[in-house]
Structure formats: structure tokens, C-alpha cells
């Protein structure tokens, strides 16, 4: 179970010498590889919290109810409590640590604390990683199921409704209430400019 | 969690050779968002798994006839947002937004969707007994919690429901089913992908082992899967299954019904074609009497439990307002 230096790095996909169910893995997080072994039935939200000590993640149902795992996947929003660590890939995992530009907070981080957007903090790094994720989707043009069924989507997530921001937020449970924050805070980035530098993907 | 040896399929005919030939207990993942929970939970419990979620099915192809063909491995959230389906098979489009959350259908496949399993609260507990996890046990569903489960097409060993939204509304649509095993491609319809529980409830289709799908291939657009929607009831605004659901299609010349598709969803193991309702309403006067009347000789048939009766209305509501949306009659 140790951490291996990318210098004596066997090549992904290798089994573990003596044990058949552990696996080499090369998992990119916020733009650093690190090379380990896992037990394959490790999920990429143990592997964050447990091996590489990103705990900025937060397990909180862990059957992808309740969003609080929620990190980046090639810029797609994803349940980590359910991702294997072995499935992973080659894709680059952003999680909540790795939004901010040096001392600069990420765009969403700053609107949940201009907004209040929390009130214990334990769904905020999930909340924040899929609004992320959610403003890019809108971006691309995406719909929802509150979209009207004849537009094909919005221009850009600048279009989003309160409601849209609802429906598009909906795999995100907060115990402590703070919806009606959390949505004015996703409002404000929405509306506002991104740039490249916001979007991980 | 049992441990499991883990392996990345290198094309779809080494993977099918690779778990045809092994035990009934080495199996395929794809996004993993129904499997992952299932093996934390305990309910399966594969020694083997091999990873078909990165195989090069990720595409959307407009075959030569000008169907579309849906690589199994592409993901809900791309499928639901591709603006061909959604103008041109709009059911299927609002039928994936409308399920699940935006992280899971980023990581769902469409042929993981297909094949996941029922949501049935004593299917998920392995201190219950169950006859669809563990084969003679009984099902106390039926005297017990099943406000979520059948209302037809049940048997007396099981009363699950399939949790698919997206199968209904493919179902409703007449998708076929590419399917590749150790002896070649074959196509099946929807709706012989699925079968009932009869007294084997263990099995919830028809796929042998190592049978991989490969693909869900819609017919052409034409003016009925252009005027299709799917609506669902739930028992919060997003993120739940359905209570009730209903795909629907339907063309009219004149105020008569040309050819209409019916599919319920949540009522049955599996999508509920409403063929008997179907063939009722063509022919008929497009109005919500000649409607209700064609989807009652269908729900007749229901056999609903103490706790879903609800459903028969339910079901029945959601259809006439379907077509009548579709239709653009008065409600």
C-alpha cells in the first residue's frame, strides 16, 4: 500500500506483484501524477482521501446520492464514491484543491463566500466541483429537463434560470438548507466572464 | 467487498471472448454507477470484472437506411444533449435529462442503462430474502414495501420494477438492440431484450453470458418519433425514479389517430408497451374519451398491490396528457 516515486514506476494496468487483485495505477490529479498501487476495488473517493491525502473531498453517502464526492473528470462532473480508481485512465481528476490558481480562489469559490453559500461546509467542495462542472455543460450548449422541449439548450450558462440552476444542481443534497444561497451564488459566475483558466477540462 | 481481478477489454470480441469463457461471475463494467453500488452493497459480488467503458462505442452513427446508430458505451448526459436526438426522437432526449443527476449521467452508458437492476428495497438488502438476488428465498415485496413495484407483468415470485427511464423511452421509439456473443451480432427489439419474471426472476433478460451489447439503434426520423415526449412523476421535483412515467408518439390527419406508440415506465419489469392501447386508438377520433377509453382496455390488465394501486390513475393521467400535449387538443 505505499506510494511509489514515478522513477520506479511499473507501467499502469500492472498487477501488483503478489497480489492479483491490486493494480498499478498512474492517477493525474490537479495536474500532478502520482503512481500507486490500489486494491481494485478502491473508489477514486478512498484513493483521493486515503492515499494521496486530498480529504478536501468529502464521503458523505458514498452511493452517489448525495454529491458530496463530486470531483472533475476530464472537466465532466462525476460521482468519485462510485469512479474505481483502476477505471480511471488516463483522465486527469480535478478536485476542490486543485480550482484555485495559486492565491487566487476559483471564480465559484469566491461567489459561495460573497453568498454564504454553506452553513456546515461538508457538501461546499461537492457543490462547488459540480457547479463547475455544470456552467461548463451549459456552456456547451447542453440542456435540462426543465429546458423547454423545443430549444435545443442555452447559448451559454450566462441564460440560466433559477430554476435551471435548481434542476441542473439536483445531484447535490444540502443538510444544512443553504439552496437559496448556493443558487445566488452560481448566479453570479454564471452571469459573469470565464475564461479557459476556470473550465479544467 | 469481494475482491476482484480487474481488466480493460481491448475490443469488444476479446471481451466477449474473454468472459464467455470464463465463470458467470466474471462480468462487464461501464460507467459502474449501478455495478459499483451493488458490490459495496454486497448484492453482486463478480471475482472478475472486465472494464468495457473505454472501447471504441462512444459514437453516434446515421446509418445508410437513416437510422441512428447509439454506441453502447456513450454516456447519458452527451446522449440526452445531442441536438439530432433531441429534435429528432425528442422522448428519448427528455427521458435521459430526466433521470438520474448530472454526475451520474456523465459516467452512465447507454448499455449500462439497459442492463442495470431493479431498485426494489429487498433486491438491494442482502439481510432480506429476495428470489431475483438469491433464488428461493420468496419475496416479501408483495406483503410488505411495494409502493414502488409492479402493477403488471409481475408473477408470484417477483414484483420488481425496471428503474430505466431511457429503456421506456426507446421502447416507445422501437429501438433494436445490437448485441455481439461468442457466435456473432445479432439485433433484437427492445422488447425482446427484456423479459418477464414468470417464476425465474433471477434473470431480467434475455442476454446469455458474454453477450455483450454493443449498440442501440434507433429507425429513422420520421413524423412520429418527431412528435414523441416522455413525462414523469416522481415524489420530488429532480433526482428521483419515477412513480409513474409514459413515452409517447403519435401522428393524427383529420382529428384521427394515424399511429400512436404508448410505453409506460415504473409499472413493470421492464418498459410496458401498451400495444393493446395502441392498437385500440388507431383509427379512432384523437380526443381525450377515445384516449382513456383505449388506455383502460390496457390497464385492465394491471394487478396492482395495497400500496400502488395509485399507479393505475397515475399511469392513465400521464398517458392522456401526453398525447393530448402531442396532439395540441384542449387537456
Redesign the interface.
Known amino acids: 500500500m505505499t506510494i511509489l516515486s514515478p522513477t520506479s514506476a511499473p507501467r499502469a494496468g500492472d498487477r501488483a506483484d503478489s497480489r492479483p487483485t491490486e493494480t498499478f495505477v498512474h492517477l493525474t490529479v490537479n495536474g500532478t501524477t502520482h503512481t500507486l498501487a490500489v486494491d481494485n476495488r478502491t473508489s477514486l473517493l478512498d484513493a483521493l482521501r486515503d492515499r494521496l491525502e486530498l480529504t478536501g473531498t468529502k464521503k458523505g453517502c458514498d452511493h452517489g446520492q448525495c454529491g458530496a464526492c463530486t470531483v472533475l473528470l476530464d472537466g465532466d462532473r462525476i460521482n468519485a464514491c462510485l469512479q474505481l480508481a483502476v477505471a480511471v485512465g488516463d483522465r486527469s481528476v480535478t478536485t476542490i484543491e486543485g480550482l484555485a490558481a495559486d492565491d487566487a480562489l476559483h471564480p465559484m469559490q469566491q461567489a459561495f463566500l460573497d453568498h454564504d453559500g454553506y452553513q456546515c461546509g461538508y457538501c461546499t467542495p461537492g457543490q462547488i466541483c459540480s457547479a463547475v462542472g455544470a456552467l461548463a455543460e451549459a456552456d456547451r450548449g447542453w440542456p435540462s429537463h426543465v429546458t423547454p422541449p423545443g430549444d435545443t439548450g442555452p447559448a451559454s450558462a450566462a441564460e440560466l434560470s433559477a430554476d435551471e440552476i435548481r434542476e441542473r444542481l439536483s445531484g447535490n443534497l444540502c443538510r444544512c438548507g443553504a439552496y437559496v444561497n448556493i443558487v445566488t451564488a452560481v448566479q453570479q459566475v454564471a452571469a459573469g466572464p470565464r475564461t479557459d483558466a476556470d473550465d479544467p477540462s | ?1 469481494r ?4 481488466e ?1 477489454a481491448a475490443s469488444p470480441s476479446a471481451a466477449v471472448a474473454t468472459v464467455t469463457a470464463a465463470d458467470t461471475d466474471t462480468v462487464y ?1 461501464g ?3 449501478n455495478l ?2 451493488l ?2 452493497l454486497g448484492v453482486a459480488r463478480p471475482s472478475r ?1 472486465v ?1 468495457v ?2 472501447l471504441p462505442l462512444d459514437g453516434l452513427q446515421t446509418l445508410p437506411g437513416g437510422g441512428l446508430l447509439i454506441g453502447a458505451a456513450v454516456r447519458n ?1 452527451v446522449l ?2 445531442d ?1 439530432q436526438v ?2 429528432a426522437y ?1 422522448a428519448l ?2 427521458a435521459l ?2 433521470g ?5 449521467r ?2 452512465a452508458t447507454v448499455g449500462g442503462n439497459l442492463l442495470q437492476r431493479t431498485r426494489c428495497g429487498y433486491f438491494n438488502d442482502i439481510a432480506k430474502p429476495c428470489n431475483k438476488r438469491e433464488p428461493g428465498t420468496g419475496c416479501p415485496a408483495r406483503t410488505g414495501v411495494h409502493r414502488d413495484l409492479a402493477i403488471i407483468g409481475h408473477s408470484a415470485a417477483c414484483i420488481a420494477t425496471h428503474p430505466s427511464d431511457m429503456a421506456v423511452a426507446l421502447s416507445a421509439l422501437d429501438a433494436r438492440v445490437h448485441v455481439l456473443g461468442s457466435d456473432g451480432t445479432r439485433v433484437v427489439q427492445l422488447d425482446e431484450l427484456y423479459r418477464l419474471p414468470g417464476d425465474s426472476p433471477k434473470w431480467d433478460t434475455t442476454l446469455r453470458h458474454g453477450d455483450l451489447i454493443t449498440g442501440v439503434e434507433l429507425p429513422p426520423p420520421s413524423g412520429l418519433t418527431r412528435r414523441s ?1 416522455y413525462r414523469k412523476a416522481r415524489d420530488r ?3 428521483a425514479f419515477a412513480a409513474g412515467a409514459v413515452a409517447a408518439a403519435v401522428t393524427v390527419t383529420d382529428g384521427t389517430v394515424d399511429d400512436v406508440r404508448i410505453s409506460f415506465g415504473a409499472i413493470a419489469p421492464r418498459p410496458w408497451r401498451a400495444r393493446i392501447a395502441e392498437q385500440e386508438l388507431v383509427g379512432r377520433p384523437a380526443d381525450a374519451r377515445h384516449i382513456g377509453a383505449a388506455l383502460d382496455l390496457e390497464l385492465v390488465h394491471a394487478r396492482p398491490f395495497p400500496d400502488n394501486a395509485f399507479k393505475v390513475p397515475l399511469s392513465r393521467r400521464l398517458a392522456v396528457s401526453a398525447l393530448l400535449g402531442l396532439i395540441g387538443g384542449p387537456r
Open positions: 467487498m475482491e476482484f481481478h480487474y480493460r463494467l460507467g459502474g454507477t459499483v453500488d458490490m459495496k470484472v472494464d467503458s473505454g448526459s440526452g444533449s441536438p433531441r429534435h425528442p432526449s427528455q435529462l430526466a438520474a443527476s448530472g454526475q451520474i456523465n459516467m415526449m421535483a429532480s433526482y
